[in-house]
């Protein structure tokens, strides 16, 4: 079972309060048989000065191996209490933002720059051969994509990305057949692509064709959708009205 973490107390609040000028916080937090990120976190509530310099400790290093390149760099200083720039001192400090600028960035960062999930980079890489290489730190493994190597491969596989959801330059350097692409899919791309079917649409297209005799590729100038969706949509009704 997980332990529940403690509320601070009103009592514990005064000893912070009185002790945060005098002692260090490890002190503290020895003292309260707290963490030291829980009393950095608590003077920053209280809005006490904090130390000038605050070193690592054990465990914000392992957390911060652990969660790099799973999410944003932003959301593990909000659990670490600590600015992005303060993060990435310590990234190069243990050898990892070396790595990453060496090899590219990371599937997390790819797949936010295209805004799609991680899941589809991921599945790219094992069935569609996009290039990537493995980095190393401690006792932790993650996967690097080149940026250059990513724009070859993505020319050779537009089908399964959308250019209209990428933003301009937000993977540099960005080649000049990029800006077509972008332009394209944003007129040529269907709106609802890959949301999820309603019932209503469901019964549209049914409607449409077995009763209009519409073509798949008509259905979908009408739905926002492409032919192959209405194709695939079209089987799976069939199969669940079985």
Not at 9 to 19: A, H, I, N, Y
Not at 38 to 67: G, Q
């Amino acid at each position: 079972m997980t332990q529940q973490r403690k509320r601070w107390t009103e009592k514990e609040d005064q000893f912070l309060r009185g002790s945060v000028k005098t002692k260090s916080v490890k002190e503290i937090a020895a003292e309260l048989n707290k963490s030291v990120n829980s009393v950095y976190k608590r003077i920053k509530v209280l809005k006490l000065k904090e130390p000038a310099y605050r070193k690592w400790t054990a465990e914000e290093d392992e957390y911060l191996i652990n969660t790099y390149g799973k999410c944003e760099l932003e959301k593990i200083g909000r659990c670490l209490g600590r600015n992005k720039d303060s993060l990435m001192r310590r990234l190069h400090r243990l050898g990892m933002a070396k790595a990453k600028e060496c090899l590219g960035i990371t599937t997390y960062e790819l797949a936010a720059a295209l805004k799609i999930d991680v899941g589809s980079v991921y599945r790219w890489m094992k069935d569609r051969g996009l290039p990537y290489r493995t980095a190393y730190a401690r006792e932790r493994t993650f996967s690097l994509i080149d940026i250059q190597e990513f724009w070859a491969w993505a020319e050779e596989n537009k089908c399964v990305i959308n250019f209209s959801k990428i933003e301009k330059h937000s993977l540099v350097p960005e080649p000049a057949w990029v800006d077509k692409q972008r332009k394209s899919d944003f007129y040529n791309r269907p709106l609802k692509e890959r949301q999820k079917w309603t019932a209503i649409e469901d019964e549209r297209i049914w409607h449409l064709y077995y009763s209009q005799g519409m073509t798949h590729k008509e259905i979908g100038k009408v739905m926002g959708r492409s032919a192959r969706a209405v194709q695939n949509r079209l089987i799976r009704i069939r199969l669940n009205r079985q």
